[in-house]
Structure formats: C-alpha cells, structure tokens
C-alpha cells in the first residue's frame, strides 16, 4: 500500500515539474544576449555583421559542442542524484543491496554513445577546420606579416608599399606609446590572404575578434584566407611566448572601405615606404641554407594553386 502511494505521488512531481523544466529552459533560451548566443565569444555585435566570413563558423562549433557536453553533464548528474536518491538505505534495512554484474545492454550503452559523441565532435571539427584553412585562389589583397622581436612588418604585395613597426625596447617601462603599434589595413568584403612568417624565434599571429590565430614557425609560411564583412579597428597580439617583451607584441587590424584602402597606401609611398621589406631583416646569419629560419624562401609564385572560397 505504502508503495502504491508512493508511485503516485512520484508521477505527481514528475508531471509538475516537466512543464515548469520545459518552460524555464524557453525562458533561458529566448532570454540570451547576442553575447550569450554565441558563446560568449568576442567580436559580435548586435544588429551589425560579423567581423569576417569565418566567425560565425567558429561560433557555431564553439557553441554546439558546449551545448553537447552539457548535455552529457547534465544527464550523467541527474542519473547519480536519482541512483543515489532512489536506491538509498531505508530505514529498516539490513545488509548490502542486489548486486548487479555484467548488463550487457548497459554496458555496450556508455561504450558506444561516448564513442558516438567523440567521433561527432572529431567530424565537426575536421570540416570546420578544412573550411577555413581553405586558400584562395585569387585573393584580391595579399598581405605578408613578419613577426619579430617585439613587432611586426607587413608588406602589402599588390600595391608593393611597407609599414614596420618598431621593436618595444629594453628599459621603456611604462613610456610603451601605444600610438606607434603597427596597423594593417585590409579592405571589407574583399578576399584577403595574410602570409605569416617569424624573423626570428616562433610568434603566433591573433586578431581577437576575428576568433583565429595562427603560429609563425621559423623555416615555414602559414596562410590565412578569410574576408572581412565588417569595417572598424580589431586589436591583434602575438599568443606564442617569444621573449621578454612579448606582452607587448601588439598590433591593430583596420577594415576599412576601398576608397580608405587606397588613401593609405598612397600615404605609405608618400612617406617612401615604396617595395617590400621581404625576408632582408631575418635575423639569421644562415638564411641562404636549407633548413634555415629564412621562412621566406617558401614563398610561392602569385598563382598559389589555392581552391577559390
């Protein structure tokens, strides 16, 4: 009889609190921010587009795999809360519960779904990283950015002009001028590749709002293709320790119009920053051997065989 009852009145909650679990979940779901929807990600903004073609990709997994694993939290928790609930020792009782061994169906259940949720996530990553990684085959700005101790140098190769930056010194303390960082300019909507390289030691190139970095590897090029949707200025830093002044390796990203575009590379051949700097300040007393920290020489010709995007 005791039994009975209890049955009832558990069916009771359950049907309680079902609807009141479902609304509160909506009520979360319908309530989130721009900022929540994605993950709490940087670089979105409400009402504006995103800051390039990629970002929303990132977003998308970043998001979905939290919302997975939670998920999984989620349910592992409910599942030892109810077992340690449901099964406790009643009063009155003596000895040790039914033992359980060798249930097969639960068994193959938590082999096969973890398996299931690691080869989902392993997909969704390789096809978001395939697509992003993906070059173009005819960008229309191209622009080579040189990492170095503790700055940056970009060439822009279509209209063959410089900016260098300056090295943060030894003994500036706090007199760093954040006026000098370098800026690069890159024009929105515009399909964009940055070739990355180091002059010296590994640096690792991070434009924050666009959700992607990149590491420059002594001896290697790495590229990256995207295109940015929204003009404004986005700060970028180096993410790899690479010295005493790392923490200020900074740098600034400038989308802007075409008509902008054009305006600052005429002020840069105005200031007679005309040609590339190119692989000339590597600091490498090798550079001519193979294998050698010119990470220049693999440079490919302007055709790079890329896949249009």
């Not at 009520?27 to 970002?55: D, I, K, R």
């Not at 996530?121 to 622009?143: C, G, H, M, S, W």
Request: glycine share 8%.
């Amino acid at each position: 009889m005791n039994r009975g009852r209890e049955s009832v009145r558990s069916t009771r909650r359950r049907v309680i609190l079902a609807p009141l679990l479902a609304v509160g979940v909506a009520a979360a779901l319908t309530g989130c921010s721009t900022l929540e929807m994605h993950g709490y990600l940087p670089g979105f903004v409400a009402g504006q587009p995103n800051t390039t073609n990629q970002t929303q990709r990132v977003s998308d997994l970043w998001t979905g795999s939290w919302i997975t694993l939670l998920a999984v939290g989620v349910i592992t928790w409910a599942v030892i809360i109810w077992f340690a609930i449901v099964y406790r020792r009643r009063r009155g009782q003596t000895g040790l519960p039914v033992q359980v061994r060798y249930n097969m169906p639960i068994e193959i259940f938590y082999t096969i779904v973890p398996l299931i949720l690691v080869l989902g996530l392993f997909a969704f990553t390789a096809r978001d990283q395939t697509a992003i990684e993906t070059r173009y085959a005819n960008p229309a700005v191209v622009v080579d950015a040189y990492g170095k101790q503790w700055a940056w140098d970009f060439d822009y190769k279509n209209d063959q002009v410089y900016e260098q930056g300056i090295q943060a010194q030894p003994g500036e303390g706090a007199n760093f001028v954040e006026s000098a960082i370098p800026t690069m300019y890159l024009v929105v909507n515009k399909k964009t590749e940055i070739r990355l390289r180091t002059r010296d030691v590994n640096h690792s190139f991070w434009v924050v709002d666009f959700l992607y970095k990149k590491d420059m590897i002594a001896g290697k090029t790495n590229y990256w293709d995207f295109t940015p949707t929204r003009i404004g200025t986005y700060e970028g830093k180096c993410a790899e320790l690479c010295g005493e002044f790392h923490s200020r390796m900074l740098f600034n990203v400038k989308v802007v119009s075409q008509a902008d575009y054009d305006a600052h590379m005429a002020e840069l051949r105005a200031r007679g920053n005309t040609g590339l700097l190119g692989t000339k300040y590597d600091k490498d007393d090798n550079a001519a051997t193979s294998g050698s920290q010119d990470s220049g020489v693999d440079i490919p010709s302007e055709n790079n065989g890329g896949i249009e995007g």
